[in-house]
């Protein structure tokens, strides 16, 4: 079928409220690591689809912030509002659990834009009295002239058919802008780290994952299986130990359960070597941002 739309849909909203989800349930695909602790996300993401005569381009952002503390949230701040000039159509991620101060500072982002922005309150799973949506919606409708406003749960897959109908209603008249197969912008390689970066937020307590950055040293398709080596990156010894844990077991922990996602990506045997160095002070120094890839 030839494309006639083709669009960029950006995803935005405070940490947490369930972006990389989304994305992941919208393109039926792990591609945006995910997790219940906020600023999960570092890597502005595309998730390509096509359905009927549309081709979208579904961006995930990293949450915005109101402090610029870092410079990690420096870049993360740049990217995501880059997104929001780029973008066709904006998804702006609420939860069905309320309004919240932060919610309000990323509407703020939106205030001097003209194009379409789709509501989406999500993890409507979590409500107990659905009645409730119908005056949230018609108070949500008075703080931002929204398109649409779509009551959703992206991890119980209620209603994503209704959003993307919409999505695809909203979508201006486009060429296709990427091949037919291609879902991602991103490489293998940066997929692998990924994973093995959600493993460290999934299994380390507090700032550990903040400190922690995945570097993939060596990447080899064998006849059998696909060999890699990691370097996990932290800023200091005391995080080194953690990492590694009691006789190595963390290390195993983070690593076993990352070769078995890799495994599904990849769809063939994985032997997975990681290493933990340390580089100090990381997160503030833009030059090693750089040389950890974050352009
Ligand atoms: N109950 C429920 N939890 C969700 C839903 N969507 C996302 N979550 C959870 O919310 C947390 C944050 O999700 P994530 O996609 O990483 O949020 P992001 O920071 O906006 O990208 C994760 O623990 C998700 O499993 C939903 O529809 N219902
Ligand atoms: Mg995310």
């Known amino acids: 079928m030839t494309i006639t739309h083709s669009g960029m849909v950006a995803i935005i909203g405070r940490p947490n409220v369930g972006k990389s989800t989304l994305l992941n349930c919208l393109l039926n695909q792990k591609l945006s690591i995910t997790s219940s602790k906020p600023q999960t996300t570092r890597w502005q993401i595309l998730g390509i689809k096509i359905i009927d005569c549309a081709q979208i381009i579904y961006i995930d952002t990293p949450g915005l912030h109101s402090v610029e503390k870092h410079a990690m949230n420096r870049y993360m701040n740049r990217i995501a ?3 929001l000039l780029d973008a066709d159509l904006i998804i702006f991620m609420m939860n069905a659990t309320g309004w919240q101060d932060d ?14 922005v789709l509501l989406a309150i999500n993890k409507v ?3 107990q009295d659905k009645t409730k949506l119908l005056p949230m919606i018609e108070q949500l409708h008075e703080r931002y002239p929204f398109t649409h406003i779509i009551p959703i749960s992206a991890l119980k897959v209620e209603n994503i058919a209704s959003l993307e109908m919409e999505i695809i209603r909203l979508l201006p008249k486009g060429p296709q802008l990427y091949p037919d ?10 997929q692998i780290a990924e994973v093995i ?16 950055t995945v570097e993939i040293e060596q990447l080899e398709q064998g006849n059998k299986l696909t060999t890699i080596s990691a370097i996990i990156w932290v800023e200091r010894q005391g995080q080194k130990a953690i990492m590694i844990g009691k006789q190595g077991a963390q290390l195993k922990k983070i690593g076993t359960q990352a070769r078995r996602d ?4 990849l769809q ?7 290493w933990v160095k340390v580089k100090e002070h990381w997160t503030d120094d833009e030059r090693a941002l750089k040389s950890l890839g974050y352009e």
Do not use: G, H, W
Not at 103 to 116: H, I, R
Not at 268 to 274: D, Q, T, W, Y
């Open 81 to 83: 509002r880059s997104v």
């Open 103 to 116: 919610d309000e500072l990323v509407l703020k982002k939106l205030q001097n834009l003209t194009k379409p």
């Open 125 to 127: 799973d979590l409500l």
């Open 181 to 190: 197969d291609q879902i991602t912008d991103k490489s293998i390689r940066f």
């Open 197 to 212: 970066r959600e493993k460290i937020i999934q299994t380390t307590e507090e700032e550990l994952p903040y400190a922690t």
């Open 262 to 265: 890799i495994q599904n990506i």
């Open 268 to 274: 063939r045997k994985v032997f997975l070597r990681l």
